[in-house]
């Protein structure tokens, strides 16, 4: 009783601030491109929506899918090739994007989701590798080449995509209308439903709950949030390859998530940034990518695991705790 | 021409053997896995870099000292599994206890590290392996010409399988690995030292997969890529047997390699994700996996 009523309590302040931060974030993100060059910040929105899609998977139903880039990779072929062969509007090919993910995450989930933990992994692994070897083989995909020269085109047919500010905060309102999707997912009674099944399974199988339509439901909407991102990448790159169905691709939605923190809202979008930022400044240098995703890797595993803003977040409430 | 169902006889009898072949490696690479996961509860995503770091120390002492075929045959197992007692005794073993999902990251870490530098110092090609003197040319079998050296990768590596099997079933060790497996703390309190157990454990899984990769180097090439693209398929693997059973993934490696061969007989089209479907299939009707339990 007395901590319901103290949650409560902490919950309009908690609430008002979160409020304040929110507004000044977007705000910095509608003045960002004129500070920076935004090719660059498209692609920290789209890995941004990526990876909190992904986070919304392994943070609120605890299921590590190592096959996201299947999602991620397969909507940016399927956009791709409405947009550049059957001339769709790229709103429109987005969309058939985010379809196709949602489709195949149905198929895959329904397949994986026989298993937890660690099999979850590795079937999921083994599912998106067997999608990454098709589209190395079905004529629409164009094997090595991919499908480059997508044209951006007019968003309904009004809005010229290739002036880089009006795709840029097209992007944007895709973003910010994905992370919505995943805030209103997590604050919904289905959330609720999900964070059960991550903290207990069996209780909540025995309070009633078919676990697995749950799950299901939860893998389907990641994916098609994922199919969003890559659908939206496509566009604002102009090309859809095989490096987007790759398990490197799913390493790295992974790390991203887990060096911003696991489980927070806005720990993948920090993550993704960062990884982004580091990538970008790595590409000049001589130093192997590889090599220090994979320090980061067993860093974030053997010293931080609740990331960046988890960690934070963990700082701050011992210091409210010890205050009160 | 002799054919069976339609194709020639030499066209099927080539490919079963290749697909022997793939499954000496499936089984032997997931036979390691399923020992180290049966003890330590991680998935060891570092199992195809190690795998490929046997293969690099055989070429690289080959080169660098000129010690051959046989000799790295034994010393590139031992360099790969020392170098993986000093990972599970300062990395691994602080993960015991928590989520399984950190052991498979961390490992995936390790793994990227050593494809990445590997990348870095060879490039992604590959670089050739010369097989032993003894080993090379063919042998008239009567209805096939079977080159020798992979006959005896087949034998190989169906000896390291069995012989892995007999220390795990029939020896004092194996016992108290199995007695650890089902309950660690007791068998501490009998006065086993089970640290040890992990680590030796895990450098054995590790020792196992180098091994592979020395038995690899002269049918494929010496390459940075060369764990990776075979990891995947191996977890498919170790999914279709259940990590329960070493023999069940012993078998069922070898299983798969050879429907995979034959798959590229009839439909080569399908080779390549044959062990997929296979999995997504063994998923729906008997989730545990062929050879294992549901926990």
């Known amino acids: ?324 | 021409m002799s054919t069976i169902f339609g194709v020639p006889a030499p066209a099927l009898y080539g490919q079963i053997l290749i697909g022997l072949i793939n499954g000496s490696f499936y089984a032997m690479l997931s036979l390691g896995l399923a020992v180290i996961f049966g003890l330590l509860r991680v998935i060891n995503f570092a199992h195809g870099a190690q795998y490929m770091l046997g293969a690099f120390a055989a070429y690289l002492i080959l080169n660098y000292a000129g010690i051959g075929y046989w000799p790295a045959l034994i010393l590139a197992p031992l360099i790969v599994g020392a170098i993986a007692v000093v990972i599970e005794r300062f990395m691994l073993s602080r993960l015991y206890g928590i989520d399984p999902l950190y052991g498979l990251l961390l490992t995936f870490g390790l793994a990227l590290i050593l494809e990445g530098a590997f990348r870095y110092w060879f490039g992604a090609a590959g670089q050739p392996y010369a097989a032993p003197s003894q080993l090379t040319g063919a042998v008239n079998l009567g209805f096939m010409f079977m080159p020798i050296y992979r006959g005896w990768v087949v034998i190989a590596s169906l000896v390291v399988c069995l012989g892995t099997w007999l220390l795990i079933e029939k020896t004092q060790l194996g016992a108290y690995l199995r007695a650890a497996t089902e309950n660690a703390t007791l068998v501490q309190a009998f006065g086993v030292n089970v640290p040890l157990l992990l680590t030796l454990t895990y450098g054995l899984g590790a020792a196992l997969a180098a091994f592979a990769g020395v038995l690899a180097a002269p049918i494929y090439q010496v390459s940075p890529l060369m764990g990776s693209n075979l990891i995947i398929i191996v977890f498919a693997v170790v999914v279709v047997g259940g990590m329960g059973s070493i023999l069940g993934a012993i078998v069922t490696g070898y299983m798969l390699g050879v429907l995979e061969g034959l798959t590229k007989v009839f439909y080569p089209e399908a080779s390549s994700i044959v062990i997929f479907v296979i999995m997504a299939i063994v998923l729906l009707v008997r989730p545990a996996g062929l050879f294992g339990q549901e926990e």
């Open chain 1, 1 to 324: 009783m007395a901590v319901g009523t103290q949650y409560l309590a902490e919950q309009p302040k908690l609430r008002t601030s979160s409020m304040v931060l929110g507004a000044i974030a977007i705000a910095a993100l509608l003045a960002a491109p004129f500070f920076f060059y935004p090719v660059m910040l498209m692609s920290v929105l789209c890995f941004a929506l990526f990876a909190c899609a992904f986070n919304l998977l392994i943070g609120y139903v605890g299921l590590l899918s190592f096959g996201h880039a299947a999602f991620f990779g397969g909507a940016a072929y399927f956009t791709a090739h409405a947009a550049k062969v059957w001339g769709w509007e790229p709103l429109s090919a987005i969309l058939l994007g985010v379809a196709g993910a949602a489709a195949m995450g149905l198929v895959i989930g329904f397949v994986a989701i026989r298993r937890q933990g660690i099999y979850f992994a590795m079937i999921t692994l083994a599912l998106s590798q067997m999608f990454a070897f098709i589209c190395l083989q079905v004529p629409f995909t164009h094997g090595e080449d991919g499908i480059q020269g997508v044209p951006r085109g007019y968003l309904l047919g009004i809005l010229d995509l290739n002036q880089p500010l009006a795709m840029y905060y097209v992007t944007l309102a895709i973003f910010l209308f994905g992370f919505f999707a995943i805030w209103r997912i997590v604050h919904s009674p289905f959330g609720n439903i999900l964070k059960a099944i991550r903290e207990n399974e069996k209780r909540a199988v025995s309070l009633g709950y078919r676990v697995d339509r749950y799950k299901l439901g939860a893998f389907v909407m990641s994916a098609a949030l994922a199919g969003l991102a890559g659908g939206t990448k496509a566009i604002v790159f102009q090309f859809a390859t095989l490096t987007d169905v790759q398990w490197q691709m799913s390493g790295e939605v992974i790390l991203m998530t887990l060096l911003g923190g696991i489980g927070t809202l806005i720990g993948p979008i920090v993550g993704a940034g960062l990884v982004i930022a580091l990538q970008n400044y790595l590409a000049a240098s001589d130093f192997p990518v590889l090599v220090l995703i994979g320090i980061i890797f067993v860093i974030c595993v053997l010293l931080f695991r609740r990331g960046i803003v988890g960690e934070i977040l963990e700082f701050t409430r011992r210091k409210s705790k010890s205050a009160a």
